[in-house]
């Protein structure tokens, strides 16, 4: 059985929970492959959510970790690629739902805003959910065509 593989990054707001993260990741058994930022190196963060989210919409990854100061830049540049649906997670309900209801295959923290414990908690709610269909299937299909629409080349 291969290793479960997930992207992960950041900017250098969130650098410290992006480590705690991915150490976190690897003690789960995880690959992970991180798209920066390094230690002390300032990068605009839409630069690394689109590496990231362009990596996930390829299918080279399933799912990934995005975080910077409140995780609203990373979820909104994210979202901006094909095929990708990032949410920003606070508690662990959003975190489930995320997944359950929205087939998330990014999450996104703010390292301003939660706690590393509490982001590990939700991380790993986030990677034990699955995308359950039913009521919710038509509503990402809807999200699909809408982007389908909108995003045609």
């Known amino acids: 059985m291969s290793k479960k593989r997930i992207a992960i990054g950041c900017d250098e707001a969130a650098y410290a929970l992006k480590i705690v993260l991915k150490d976190h990741l690897e003690k789960l058994g995880y690959e992970v492959k991180d798209f920066g930022a390094e230690k002390g190196e300032v990068v605009l963060y839409p630069d690394v959510a689109a590496k990231v989210a362009k990596a996930v919409a390829a299918g080279d990854f399933e799912r990934a970790v995005l975080t910077c100061g409140t995780g609203i830049g990373m979820a909104i540049t994210a979202n901006k690629i094909p095929g990708v649906r990032a949410a920003v997670c606070h508690d662990p309900f ?28 939700l991380l790993n709610t986030w990677l034990d959910s699955e995308f359950v269909g039913g009521s919710s299937a038509p509503k990402v299909q809807r999200i699909c065509d809408y982007e389908e629409e909108y995003f045609k080349k």
Not at 104 to 114: K, L, P, T
């Open 94 to 121: 959003s975190a489930e739902r995320a997944r359950k209801s929205n087939n998330a295959q990014i999450i996104c923290f703010g390292e301003r805003v939660i706690g590393h414990e509490l982001a590990k908690s």
